[in-house]
Nanobody, 125 residues
Framework: QVQLVESGGGLVQAGGSLRLSCATS????????MGWFRQAPGKEREFVAG????????DYADSVKGRFTISRDNAKNTVYLQMNSLKPEDTAVYYC??????????????????WGQGTQVTVSS
C-alpha cells in the first residue's frame, strides 16, 4: 500500500514562506510523477505544481509561477514545495499526489492515483 504523508503546513503572514514536504512509501518512487494540489473552502481541488520522475521537468499553475518551486529527492522518496511570497489567496489544504506514469508532468487530478491526507496552509493579511 502506497502512503503519502505531507508536513510543513501552518500559519504565516502574507509575504512569508513555507516549505511543504511529502514523504512516500514504496520502492518505485524514482519512476513515478508527483504533484501538489490545493483545495480552498467551497472551491474545487486545483493543480499547483507537478514534477516528472527525474525532476527534469516541472509545471506550475499560473497563479503560483515565480513564487513556488517543486523539487524531489529520489534518494529520500520525498517531494517538496517551496512557497515564497505567500498571499492570502494561497490559503488552502495542500495535497501531494502520485501518478504511475512519470515521464511527463500531469496537471489533471484524474491522472493521479494516490493522495496524501493534506496539510493546512493559512496566510494572514
Amino acid at each position: 500500500q502506497v502512503q503519502l504523508v505531507e508536513s510543513g503546513g501552518g500559519l504565516v503572514q502574507a509575504g512569508g514562506s513555507l516549505r511543504l514536504s511529502c514523504a512516500t512509501s514504496g520502492r518505485t518512487f524514482n519512476i513515478v510523477g508527483m504533484g501538489w494540489f490545493r483545495q480552498a473552502p467551497g472551491k474545487e481541488r486545483e493543480f499547483v505544481a507537478g514534477i516528472n520522475r527525474s525532476g527534469g521537468s516541472t509545471d506550475y499553475a499560473d497563479s503560483v509561477k515565480g513564487r513556488f518551486t517543486i523539487s524531489r529527492d529520489n534518494a529520500k522518496n520525498t517531494v517538496y514545495l517551496q512557497m515564497n511570497s505567500l498571499k492570502p489567496e494561497d490559503t488552502a489544504v495542500y495535497y501531494c499526489a502520485r501518478r504511475a506514469g512519470g515521464s511527463y508532468v500531469a496537471t489533471s487530478l484524474l491522472e493521479y492515483d494516490y493522495w496524501g491526507q493534506g496539510t493546512q496552509v493559512t496566510v494572514s493579511s
